[in-house]
């Protein structure tokens, strides 16, 4: 899923992401975000910061902490920074990329470096655990 209010940027990431035989979602600001997120279960979210109404860092905070998601989030602004940065990896985004700094073809290769590194990960969990994708440590899952 790609969240981003400039269209046509938007668009532009979709096209590469569609090629690349993802199935994309281009939301426009953090309130469709959130709805979609929870209609559309992405695997993984590139996130605009600057944006109408709800900002990156809010949508952050509810897709993280509200939802219950374990999607990829991948901060995506030209806000380059290393406060802005260190602010998004405290929030628990997985990664974060500079638009001016990113072509669409980079921006497909590092998620799809995060979604494989996650999946190797869980296949290294035994029966019933999991690894976290923050700490890295192995949780036991038990059903009550």
Same mark, same amino acid.
């Given at each position: 899923?790609?969240?981003?209010?400039?269209?046509?940027?938007?668009?532009?990431?979709?096209?590469?992401? *569609?090629?690349?035989?993802?199935?994309?979602?281009?939301?426009? *600001?953090?309130?469709?975000? =959130?709805?979609?997120?929870?209609?559309?279960?992405? *695997?993984?979210?590139?996130?605009?910061?600057?944006?109408? /109404?709800?900002?990156?860092?809010?949508?952050?905070?509810?897709?993280?902490?509200?939802?219950?998601?374990?999607?990829?989030? =991948?901060?995506?602004?030209?806000?380059?920074?290393?406060?802005?940065?260190?602010?998004? =990896?405290?929030?628990?985004?997985?990664?974060?990329?500079? $638009?001016?700094?990113?072509?669409?073809?980079?921006?497909?290769?590092?998620?799809?470096?995060?979604? =494989? *590194?996650? /999946?190797?990960?869980?296949?290294?969990?035994?029966?019933?655990?999991?690894?976290?994708?923050?700490?890295?440590?192995?949780? $036991?899952?038990?059903?009550?």
């Amino acid at each position: 899923m790609i969240v981003e209010d400039d269209v046509t940027l938007g668009e532009m990431y979709k096209m590469k992401f *569609d090629r690349e035989g993802f199935e994309t979602k281009l939301c426009v *600001d953090g309130f469709d975000a =959130i709805s979609s997120a929870l209609e559309f279960k992405p *695997d993984a979210i590139l996130l605009d910061i600057m944006m109408p /109404d709800m900002n990156g860092f809010e949508t952050l905070d509810v897709i993280k902490k509200q939802t219950g998601m374990n999607t990829k989030i =991948i901060m995506f602004s030209n806000l380059d920074g290393q406060t802005d940065i260190d602010k998004c =990896i405290k929030a628990w985004a997985d990664w974060y990329l500079v $638009k001016a700094q990113t072509t669409p073809a980079q921006a497909v290769n590092k998620i799809t470096d995060l979604l =494989i *590194d996650n /999946d190797v990960k869980n296949e290294e969990a035994g029966p019933g655990e999991i690894i976290c994708p923050h700490c890295e440590k192995k949780i $036991k899952l038990t059903v009550q």
